[in-house]
């Protein structure tokens, strides 16, 4: 079960950190992953890791800008982000993909969280 959270209103420069919980985990060999569904768009990839250990994977519209970590104590995915554009506004997901090969295409994630909303004032 992954419970997303900490979305909310952002004026455009400003930050925001969202976080996703994965509870129910008994291994490490999945990838966590964000996407995002501006309004009116299509979902899109934004961020994954695994969660074993590796280099993370960016779209390139948010490199540079956001940050994906995690606590494995506590089954926690982050997405710090930074220089928010109000492009960024979208609803935001987190998504676990089991094994250990990164993924950009949605149909690649198993189980979804339900969203959270990030909004980016100009």
């Known amino acids: 079960q992954l419970q997303a959270y900490g979305g909310g209103l952002a004026q455009a420069g400003g930050s925001l950190k969202l976080s996703c919980t994965a509870s129910?985990?008994?291994?490490?060999?999945?990838?966590m992953g964000w996407f995002r569904q501006p309004p009116g768009k299509e979902r899109e990839f934004v961020a994954a890791?695994?969660?074993?250990?590796?280099?993370?994977d960016y779209a390139d519209s948010v490199k540079g800008r956001f940050t994906i970590s995690r606590d494995n104590a506590n089954n926690t995915m982050y997405l710090q982000m930074n220089s928010l554009k109000p492009e960024d506004t979208a609803v935001y997901y987190c998504?676990?993909?089991?094994?250990?090969?990164?993924?950009?295409?949605?149909?690649?994630?198993?189980?979804w969280g339900q969203g959270t909303h990030v909004t980016v004032s100009s």
């Open positions: 998504a676990v993909r089991e094994g250990t090969l990164h993924a950009t295409k949605e149909d690649w994630y198993n189980y």
């Open positions: 129910g985990r008994t291994s490490s060999n999945y990838v």
């Open positions: 890791l695994i969660w074993s250990g590796g280099r993370p």
